[in-house]
């Protein structure tokens, strides 16, 4: 996945040429694919809210070793899903994902560093505004819909508008996941197991996708699956989300 959307990041100090650094990011996570290419799938990211968003999605779309897939980062483009113009912004650039059949890996999370605020009306705005321009590619959902650990109520406010969503067969969930990454074996891990395992469960396992997130120091992939699997899940339950395929 590229991390294009860091040069916009507004929690960083401005960088020169902005639009250029992006497209080189974008162009350097092409080339580590083409070496791999049944192995890895390139993903390309941008700040939706960039003038040059849509334009460098379509850019995308036209490298075959980058149109798999987008990838969005609401918290480190400050993306506000209470603000009618970023949904403007965020309806163009997932119309035109979907419009070149690029899936969508979003992390929905807002700021926390700058202490945006998040919850159920943010997960609805999601629902309400942005799924319906993106129907015929799959959208997941990062970290169970928070930044990481399970520790902020704010975030099972959100998955508790997805639950409700699934239970009633909501047509724009049809084709929406969710992954795991970085919730199991940091924070309150032990004190919010139970409720985390609850919700992969009213998610549906199936819709659960394993990702170990950032990787460096103690953080490698095999500690992720280690700690994930300390949840109490059932045996078949880690199998379906182990073994999943599409």
Same mark, same amino acid.
């Given at each position: 996945?590229?991390?294009?959307?860091?040069?916009?990041?507004?929690?960083?100090?401005?960088?020169?040429?902005?639009?250029?650094?992006?497209?080189?990011?974008?162009?350097?996570?092409?080339?580590?694919?083409?070496?791999?290419?049944?192995?890895?799938?390139?993903?390309?990211?941008?700040? %939706?809210?960039? *003038?040059? &968003? $849509? =334009?460098?999605?379509?850019?995308?779309? !036209?490298?075959?070793?980058? @149109?798999?897939?987008?990838?969005?980062?609401?918290?480190?483009?400050?993306?506000?899903?209470?603000?009618?113009?970023?949904?403007?912004?965020?309806?163009?650039?997932?119309?035109t994902a979907n419009d070149h059949r690029m899936a969508i890996v979003?992390?929905?999370?807002?700021?926390?560093?700058?202490?945006?605020?998040?919850?159920?009306k943010f997960a609805q705005a999601f629902?309400?505004?942005?799924?319906?321009?993106?129907?015929?590619?799959?959208?997941?959902?990062?970290?169970?819909?928070?930044?990481?650990?399970?520790?902020? %109520?704010?975030? *099972?406010? &959100? $998955? =508790?508008?997805?639950?409700?969503?699934? !239970?009633?067969?909501?047509? @724009?969930?049809?084709?929406?996941?969710?992954?795991?990454?970085?919730?199991?074996?940091?924070?309150?891990?032990?004190?919010?197991?139970?409720?985390?395992?609850?919700?992969?469960?009213?998610?549906?396992?199936?819709?659960?996708?394993?990702?170990?997130?950032?990787?460096?120091?103690?953080?490698?992939?095999?500690?992720?699956?280690?700690?994930?699997?300390?949840?109490?899940?059932?045996?078949?339950?880690?199998?379906?989300?182990?073994?999943?395929?599409?």
């Open positions: 996945m590229s991390v294009a959307y860091q040069f916009s990041n507004p929690n960083k100090p401005p960088v020169e040429r902005e639009y250029e650094q992006v497209k080189a990011e974008n162009d350097w996570t092409s080339r580590q694919v083409v070496g791999y290419p049944d192995c890895l799938r390139g993903l390309c990211s941008v700040n %939706p809210l960039k *003038d040059y &968003a $849509v =334009a460098e999605v379509a850019r995308c779309a !036209k490298d075959p070793y980058l @149109r798999s897939g987008l990838k969005l980062h609401f918290g480190n483009s400050d993306v506000d899903l209470a603000n009618p113009q970023h949904l403007e912004c965020l309806r163009g650039v997932f119309r979003a992390h929905l999370r807002s700021s926390v560093t700058k202490g945006r605020p998040y919850g159920r629902m309400n505004a942005l799924l319906p321009a993106a129907l015929d590619i799959s959208v997941q959902i990062e970290h169970l819909a928070g930044a990481g650990r399970y520790d902020d %109520p704010q975030v *099972d406010e &959100a $998955v =508790a508008v997805f639950v409700h969503a699934i !239970k009633n067969r909501d047509p @724009r969930m049809a084709n929406v996941y969710f992954d795991v990454s970085g919730v199991a074996g940091l924070g309150q891990r032990v004190a919010k197991a139970g409720l985390i395992a609850k919700r992969i469960r009213q998610l549906g396992v199936d819709r659960i996708l394993f990702g170990s997130d950032a990787s460096g120091g103690d953080k490698t992939p095999n500690r992720a699956w280690a700690a994930f699997r300390q949840l109490p899940l059932s045996k078949a339950e880690f199998r379906t989300i182990e073994n999943y395929r599409k």
